[in-house]
C-alpha cells in the first residue's frame, strides 16, 4: 500500500497520452512519412528484383529442359512435330524477306562503307578482318536476334499470353497434356534453327551487297570469289565455332524467352502489359548473349 502513493520514475512507466502528444507533433509526423515512403520504395525494389531473378531461374530450368527433352525420342509425338514445323516455317519463311532486307542495307551502309575506308587508309589486307569481327560476329546476330523478336518472338508472347489468361493452358493440364512439351520446346528448337539459318543469309547477303557497291564505286577489282575467300582466309579457328554458336544461341533464348514471358503471364495480365514486357526482356537477352560471346573469357 505504500508503494501506491509513492511518484513514479521518469522512466518507469510509458504515458499513452504524451505518447500520443508526441505522435501528434509535426516532426514525428514528418518522419514518420519519410519512413513509409522508403519502405514503400525498397518493397518496390525488392519485388521487381526477385520478379526479374524468378525468370531468370525459369529461363535456365527451362534451357536444360529444352535441350534435354528434344534428345529423347518420345517427346517427338506428332503433335510436336507438327507445332516444330509450322513454327520453323513461320521463322524461315516469314522471315526471310526482313532478313535479306536488313542484310542489303548492312551491305551498303557498312561493308562497302568499311571496304572504302580501309582501301583509302591503305590498310585493304585487313578488310577480312574487321568485317568478320565487326559486321559478322557483332552486328549480324544482334540484327537477326531483333528480327526474331519483332516478327516472331511477339507472337509467341500474344499467343501463350492469351492461352494462359484464358484458362486454356490450366485446361490442357487437366487433361494431362504438357504444354512445356506440345508448345515450349517445339517452338524454341525453330527459333534456334531460324535463327542459326537467317544468321548466314543475312551474312551472305551483306557481305555480296557490300562487294557490288564496292565494285560499281571501283573500289574494289577482284572477282566476287576472290573477295569471298578472302573473308573466310580472315576466320581464325575459334570464329568457325564462336559465329555459328553466336547464331544458334540467340534464336534459342528469344524462342525460350518469349514463350516462357506468355507462359508466366498472369489474370492481371493484357497485351498492353505483356508485349511492352516481352519486348524489353527479349531485347535484354540479345544483348546480354553478344556481350557474353565478345568476352575474352
Excluded at 15 to 26: F, K
Amino acid at each position: 500500500m505504500s508503494g501506491a502513493n509513492e511518484p513514479r520514475s521518469p522512466g518507469g512507466e510509458r504515458d499513452p497520452i504524451l505518447e500520443a502528444d508526441a505522435s501528434t507533433h509535426p516532426q514525428h509526423r514528418q518522419k514518420f512519412v519519410l519512413h513509409e515512403w522508403a519502405r514503400e520504395k525498397l518493397a518496390w525494389i525488392g519485388r521487381l528484383t526477385r520478379k526479374q531473378i524468378r525468370f531468370f531461374l525459369i529461363m535456365l530450368g527451362a534451357s536444360w529442359g529444352v535441350i534435354f527433352e528434344s534428345f529423347r525420342s518420345h517427346s517427338w509425338r506428332r503433335t510436336v512435330r507438327y507445332e516444330f514445323g509450322t513454327t520453323l516455317n513461320s521463322v524461315i519463311g516469314g522471315g526471310l524477306i526482313a532478313t535479306m532486307f536488313a542484310g542489303t542495307l548492312t551491305g551498303v551502309a557498312a561493308v562497302s562503307q568499311t571496304i572504302y575506308w580501309l582501301g583509302l587508309a591503305g590498310m585493304a589486307k585487313m578488310t577480312g578482318t574487321i568485317l568478320i569481327d565487326v559486321v559478322i560476329r557483332e552486328i549480324a546476330p544482334i540484327l537477326v536476334g531483333i528480327l526474331l523478336l519483332g516478327r516472331n518472338g511477339m507472337l509467341s508472347v500474344t499467343e501463350l499470353g492469351l492461352l494462359t489468361t484464358g484458362g486454356e493452358i490450366r485446361s490442357m493440364q487437366a487433361q494431362g497434356l504438357d504444354p512445356f512439351l506440345l508448345l515450349v520446346m517445339p517452338r524454341t528448337l525453330a527459333f534456334t534453327v531460324g535463327g542459326f539459318t537467317l544468321g548466314i543469309l543475312f551474312s551472305f547477303a551483306a557481305l555480296v551487297t557490300g562487294y557490288i557497291i564496292s565494285r560499281m564505286s571501283g573500289v574494289v577489282t577482284n572477282p566476287v570469289w576472290t573477295f569471298l575467300y578472302d573473308v573466310v582466309t580472315a576466320m581464325s579457328h575459334a570464329d568457325y565455332l564462336v559465329i555459328p554458336l553466336k547464331f544458334i544461341t540467340v534464336g534459342f533464348v528469344v524462342g525460350l524467352g518469349g514463350c516462357l514471358t506468355g507462359l508466366t503471364a498472369t489474370n492481371e495480365d493484357n497485351l498492353r502489359t505483356l508485349l511492352p514486357r516481352g519486348f524489353s526482356r527479349g531485347m535484354l537477352i540479345v544483348m546480354a548473349v553478344s556481350v557474353l560471346f565478345s568476352l575474352d573469357l
